[in-house]
């Protein structure tokens, strides 16, 4: 460590001789001994030097470093205190010495050397002390000031003392001003690496890779877009794909439009259940418009920063005026597009702010003039009602699940690079698979593609469909259950499914019965219907309340009322459904043709939904609970009907079933004909198409 450079006499740099009349010169800028002080009896000469040029650079760069860092209170506190480290670096003990105790020990001459620091309020003692076997000690003493007594006292006995200003140290200096500033740095490089790691690696100042870079668009820009995807590759939507050939149309040859006075639709706003392709229409419309397209998801607006959300939709407009005519694909637009005015957030709820720049660049005083902007939701019950009028999404495309045909083409769209045996027909995989989107059946066909290459076979055959859809609704496959009295329950329950379900008008078909446990279910009975309804009858969901109580019917006829075990709890929560729907939905009850429920307690908004007004009295509540009653108890006197009447039928089915396991619904039509009359629509399964080539 670099010596001190000033040092009062003493040991030190320089040190007073004890010859008569002698002076020394010392530099001091804290300590101040009047220039008549008398050692001895003699009076010394003390001698008063300016700094020399060194101290003075070295006082103006302090002064430098106390404006630069003063404002920002960073580091100053601990410059100014280096007097004190320093005297810590000098050796300090924990040790401490009251100031009576120190000149107790001055009077009896045990202090040896004293060492000064902080304008000489603290001294580093070095003394003999009793208690230690006379061994010399370092302890700290508290001064309450350097007095002419003292110093004197330090004269006679002849004591080494010196003073020492770390302030004046460079070295010192240098050091606390890194220590001090190498935290906050390190933090604010690395808060700004993750800052430019998170989006890509693109720095620059307020680029994304900047903090600053909050409220710029990440929507991903293509100038000539290429997906991979054409209109081509999107099947069993005809509809949606007609009405986005005409906007891809209008972009290619507006001239055909604009010379009958039609305009471009600003919007169209795609609705639908998941997974029925509304994504994979705005790919197919990228790859066919050649014109350049911006895509974003709707949660890539909103951040927790006030007015970031604003700030996106903004930018995102800005650089589609600067390609116009362009398209905008905004994903999942309910994150930003919800009802305003819930009262949930706040009157500044962020949200609400991006919303309302939206709308602004949809359709305010600017005008966007040839942008495009491509929604997709399924959640259109939600939206802002300024969000859906015309002039902001001119066209509202709905997205449903595919019917029949629908199916037929998307399996034959994947199942181009596929091989199959000759008895798989894409056209009875349709009909088996109702209720299906477009990602079901994709995803189906994988599933048997996967479970043909597990079983080692070349292709996939009928057996790696029937297992796949199994799969898909039900769950993955179980243990076959090998105790006797549960396995013959469970075959009872499945068969008094099936019996209920073929006996009652109205009912779908058969498909198969199966004592292979897959998911929660121990057991399943599939029914097919013979084709989509859209327009479902009362008679038909009475005779589907009157299948879903078979398996608890049969469990009491078969073992005893109090032998129904817990077998039928999803069976009931099902048929109480419907039933409550027929009453309360549907008018189908003695209330009479009425809808009790209101529109926004249906919703699929949670908020909504609270939000409801309950208009509905306790009488009329009462009714309704009576109705569903009555409704279910009626059903369930006619599958008791059916299992009393059958025994004969199910007891020889159910032999069958534990023998083998799984039971198509022919097998089971044909044991159960021998014993009963089927009704007409039941009587055969749904007529199949020939297989198609695949």
């Known amino acids: 460590m670099a010596a001190p450079s000033a040092c009062l006499v003493g040991s030190g740099l320089a040190t007073y001789s004890t010859k008569p009349n002698s002076s020394k010169v010392f530099h001091t800028r804290n300590l101040h001994i009047p220039s008549g002080f008398s050692y001895g009896g003699r009076k010394s000469n003390v001698v ?30 601990a410059l100014l205190g280096t007097g004190k480290a320093y005297a810590d670096d000098q050796g300090v003990s924990s040790s401490r010495m009251s100031y009576s105790r120190f000149l107790e020990y001055l009077d009896k001459d045990r202090v040896k050397k004293v060492d000064l620091f902080e304008n000489g309020t603290i001294a580093i003692v070095e003394a003999v002390s009793p208690e230690l076997g006379n061994r010399v000690q370092r302890v ?8 002419q007594e003292l110093l004197q006292k330090f004269r006679e006995k002849n004591i080494d003392f010196a003073a020492h200003n770390a302030q004046e140290d460079s070295g010192s200096l240098l050091f606390n001003l890194i220590g001090n500033l190498a935290f906050p740095l390190i933090l604010i490089g690395a808060l700004f690496l993750l800052s430019r790691r998170s989006s890509g690696g693109m720095g620059g100042p307020g680029g994304p890779g900047f903090p600053l870079g909050f409220g710029q668009s990440k ?23 007609q009405d986005f050939m005409e906007v891809v149309e209008f972009l290619k040859k507006p001239e055909r439009f604009t010379a009958v006075g039609a305009r471009i639709p600003k919007g169209v ?95 305010g005083f ?25 002039g902001r999404f001119d066209r509202q495309v709905t997205v449903d699940v595919p019917d029949i045909r629908g199916r037929t083409d998307i399996l034959k769209v994947h199942a181009s690079n596929k091989k199959f045996d000759a008895d798989v027909s894409l056209d009875v995989i349709a009909m088996r698979t109702p209720g299906f989107s477009g990602a079901d059946l994709a995803n189906l066909l994988n599933e048997a593609a996967i479970l043909a290459g597990r079983r080692g076979k070349a292709a996939i055959s009928s057996k790696e469909i029937d297992d796949s859809i199994d799969r898909i609704v039900a769950g993955m496959e179980g243990t076959v259950m090998t105790d006797g009295k ?144 009555k409704l279910t108890d009626s059903a369930y006197e006619v599958a008791l009907r059916h299992i009393r009447n059958n025994r004969e039928a199910i007891d020889k089915i159910v032999e069958v079933l534990l023998e083998k396991e799984t039971m198509s619904g022919d097998e089971f039509r044909a044991i159960l004909s021998e014993f009963v009359e089927i009704p007409a629509e039941n009587r055969v399964p749904p007529s199949l198409p020939s297989p198609v080539s695949v």
Not at 50 to 75: C, D, M, T, V, W
Not at 525 to 538: A, Q, R, V
């Open 486 to 629: 549960s396995k013959s329950l469970v075959a009872y329950h499945e068969v008094g499914h099936a019996i209920c379900g073929t006996l009652t008008p109205g009912h779908d078909p058969v498909q198969k019965v199966t004592l292979i446990p897959r998911g929660q279910a121990r057991g399943l009975t599939w029914f097919i219907p013979s084709d989509d309804p859209t327009l479902i009858s009362k008679q038909q969901l009475f005779a589907r309340i009157v299948g879903g109580l078979g398996g608890r019917a049969a469990e009491e006829v078969i073992f005893g009322e109090p032998e129904v075990t817990t077998g039928a709890a999803g069976d009931l929560q099902q048929i109480t459904s419907l039933a409550k729907q027929m009453v309360v939905t549907f008018g189908m009850s003695d209330i009479g043709p009425w809808s009790l429920m209101e529109a926004s307690a249906q919703s699929g908004d949670v908020i909504m939904r609270m939000m409801a007004r309950n208009s509905m009295s306790e009488k009329l509540a009462e009714d309704i609970d009576a109705a569903v009653k």
């Open 140 to 147: 700290r003493v508290q001064l309450p000031g350097l007095s």
């Open 366 to 390: 600017e005008g966007n003039t040839g942008i495009i902007v491509i929604a997709a939701t399924n959640r259109a019950d939600i939206l802002d009602s300024a969000l859906l009028r015309p």
């Open 48 to 77: 008063f030097v300016r700094a020399s040029l060194e101290q003075k650079h070295h006082q103006e760069r302090r002064g430098f470093l106390r404006l630069l860092l003063g404002n920002a209170g960073i580091g100053v506190p």
């Open 269 to 363: 706003l795609l609705v639908g259940p998941p997974g029925t392709g509304k994504t994979l229409l705005a790919k197919a419309i990228a790859g066919e418009a050649g014109v350049p397209f911006f895509s974003i998801s709707g949660s890539e607006f909103v951040e927790m920063f006030v007015g970031v959300g604003a700030s996106r939709v903004r930018d995102l407009f800005k650089k589609a005026k600067e390609n116009a005519p362009c398209i905008v694909f905004v994903d999942e637009i309910d994150a930003v597009g919800r009802q305003r005015g819930t009262g949930i957030g706040g009157g500044n709820d962020e949200r609400e702010q991006t919303l309302n720049q939206l709308l602004t660049e949809m359709d």
């Open 219 to 241: 929507a991903k820009f293509q100038m000539e877009p290429n997906t991979g995807v054409t209109f081509d590759d999107v099947a069993g939507v005809d509809e949606a794909k």
